[in-house]
């Protein structure tokens, strides 16, 4: 009796298995998302996402130093406006001195390098924590989207390298390729949120930015998890219309959706790892139930075997720790 095939042998040591390994994570594999708010020497930690903090321009600035010493060459940026200047028509997110458009040259000042991304929604800026505008309980499609323009214009203007609109309103990529064309922004690109689920996973992010949904969810925008065949459509659309690259998001429970739309587009996919994903492996470490450096690891690589070119995630910066181990 023998075996033709003994697939141990290639599992029997660890140089072995780094010889095969077929994903591999690298530094400038992943986007850092960064919550930025008003004042000087801020540093908030979020309560649901321990070890992450919410700084003022000053400390993002330095942390933004250190990413990029460190290899990460992407961070994507999301603001916490002040109450004040919320309204319902969000005109706070194309004010050219807006906490947003400051961050991005002072990040693009410190290290003109580092590949600036910038969220492309309402709702930090809406009193009804919604992605759009809103009439008659409704958030309305075509009004939000010529708002959603203004923004990515302004973000441009402010040295912005890519607007990525996770809004999920109708024809909102094309809209915004053609108004970048118009006004010569012909290097910015466009990372479109084309699969954006409703998913309860964001929850410690609306945390982190005081911006959940004033009244009822998200689901008439986003998607119906229930759903794999809508996410082909809706990223081969936003390749159609202009995208530069798509996403899905969440990751982790969504690795079907990432490899669907990794087979079916042209251009590079990322995956958003989002806070609730974060928030879990770190509540699971804390009862002392999970190793969270394995926990980090072992979510990100199959993120990527899965098909993510790219991956958004909070633990970019304890990623590339492990993996320069
Ligand atoms: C806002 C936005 C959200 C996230 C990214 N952009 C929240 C939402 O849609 O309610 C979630 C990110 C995360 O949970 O890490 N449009």
Same mark, same amino acid.
């Given at each position: 009796m023998y075996q033709i095939h003994r697939p141990r042998i290639l599992r029997q040591s660890s140089a072995i298995r780094s010889l095969v390994a077929e994903t591999i994570l690298k530094p400038s594999d992943f986007i850092l998302p960064l919550f930025i708010d008003e004042g000087e020497n801020v540093e908030f930690e979020i309560p649901s996402m321990p070890g992450y903090f919410r700084r003022s321009i000053d400390g993002t600035v330095k942390e933004?130093?250190?990413?990029? +010493? !460190?290899?990460?060459? @992407?961070?994507?940026?999301?603001?916490?406006?002040?109450?004040?200047?919320?309204d319902n028509t969000g005109k706070e997110a194309w004010n050219p001195d807006g906490l947003m458009q400051r961050s991005i040259k002072a990040i693009k000042d410190a290290v003109a390098e580092m590949i600036v991304m910038t969220?492309?929604?309402?709702?930090?800026? +809406?009193? =009804?924590?919604?992605?759009?505008i809103v009439e008659n309980g409704e958030i309305v499609n075509d009004q939000t989207v010529e708002a959603l323009v203004k923004m990515s214009l302004s973000h441009a203007k402010a040295g912005a390298d890519f607007v990525a609109p996770s809004d999920m309103m109708d024809g909102r990529i094309f809209?915004?390729?053609?108004?970048?064309?118009?006004?010569?922004?012909?290097?910015?690109?466009? !990372?479109?949120? @084309?699969?954006?689920?409703? +998913?309860?996973?964001?929850?410690?992010?609306?945390?982190?930015?005081? +911006?959940?949904?004033?009244?009822?969810?998200?689901?008439?925008?986003?998607?119906? =998890?229930? #759903?794999?065949?809508?996410?082909?459509?809706?990223?081969? !659309?936003?390749?159609?219309?202009?995208?530069?690259?798509v996403m899905?998001?969440?990751? !982790?429970? =969504?690795?079907?959706?990432?490899?669907?739309?990794?087979? #079916?587009?042209?251009?590079?996919?990322?995956?958003?790892?989002? @806070?609730?994903? =974060?928030?879990?492996?770190?509540?699971?470490?804390?009862?002392?139930?999970?190793?969270?450096e394995k926990a980090i690891l072992e979510s990100l690589t199959s993120i990527k075997r899965a098909g993510a070119d790219l991956i958004a995630t909070y633990f970019a910066k304890d990623a590339v720790k492990l993996i320069n181990l």
């Open positions: 933004v130093k250190e990413l990029w +010493s !460190m290899g990460i060459k @992407s961070v994507l940026l999301f603001v916490k406006a002040p109450d004040d200047l919320k969220d492309v929604a309402l709702d930090p800026y +809406s009193i =009804y924590g919604h992605d759009g809209a915004i390729r053609k108004a970048l064309e118009e006004n010569n922004f012909t290097k910015t690109g466009i !990372m479109a949120y @084309s699969a954006k689920y409703a +998913s309860c996973f964001y929850g410690p992010f609306r945390d982190a930015l005081d +911006s959940a949904p004033g009244f009822g969810d998200k689901k008439t925008y986003q998607m119906d =998890y229930a #759903n794999r065949i809508e996410a082909v459509k809706e990223a081969l !659309m936003d390749e159609e219309e202009g995208a530069d690259i899905v998001k969440p990751a !982790m429970a =969504y690795l079907d959706i990432i490899r669907e739309v990794k087979n #079916n587009v042209q251009i590079p996919v990322s995956a958003y790892h989002v @806070s609730g994903e =974060y928030a879990l492996i770190k509540a699971g470490a804390k009862m002392g139930w999970i190793n969270e």
